[in-house]
């Protein structure tokens, strides 16, 4: 995975992707954002654009929380614009699918990284018949002149970062510590969850690609 450099990739940051085609007027969601701040900021709180902006979307949308039927058939299946209409999201990708939408109309480059936890790795290598998988998804914006990670999901900027291997200072369902694997626009496509699992699987799974990771995480 190339890294970002911030010269050549901010513009190609600021275009949609197969899944976050823009489907509210660009100047909607800048009013919005601009009065949720000044709001905020009348009140004597000090709040950038980014956090607005992710406290915006948790307001409109909300956690399947117990619906596990609508949580397994939507996983990395639905676009911005069904997330958004449907009211909820099932988990890490679709909140960060909403968030790279409206920072690209506020006119922030922004993309979407796939992250593996390092102790899901740990195990996978140790026993690659896991069928599961871990990870997060963030995005990366480039804001105020540097590149930061943003966590949609917990409403979090981390700010400074190990691109090649993301400490959160909170924990994300119980870890902590993330290798980067995928850095794009979205998904690229509608995936079921066994798709998504292998290509995962696949990336850690070839010697060369092993030894990489294996270098970053010390085992």
Known sequence: MEKLNCNNDLKTYLQSGVLTQPFLDAEYVKDRIDYDMSQK??????????????GWISSRVQYARGE???????????????????????????????????????????TYL????????????????????????FCECFYNGEWILVD????????????????????????????PYYRGLDLGERQSIRQHNDKMKNIFKCTETNDYWLSLIHI
Not at 153 to 179: C, H, M, Q, R, W
């Open 152 to 179: 949609p999901t917990a409403g979090k900027v981390v700010g400074k970062y190990d691109v090649e291997k993301i400490t959160t200072p909170y924990l994300i369902g119980g870890d902590n510590e993330f290798l």
């Open 41 to 54: 900021q009348s009140k004597g709180r000090e709040i950038s654009q980014l956090a607005s902006l992710m």
């Open 114 to 137: 796939h992250t593996a936890s390092i102790k899901w790795v740990k195990d996978f290598q140790e026993n690659s018949e896991i069928d599961t998988c871990r990870g997060h998804s």
């Open 68 to 110: 596990k039927e609508f949580i397994a058939k939507n996983q990395f299946q639905r676009s911005a614009k069904e997330i958004w209409e449907s009211g909820k999201t099932v988990g890490c990708t679709d909140y960060a699918l909403l968030f790279a939408v409206f920072a690209r109309q506020l006119g922030v480059p922004t």
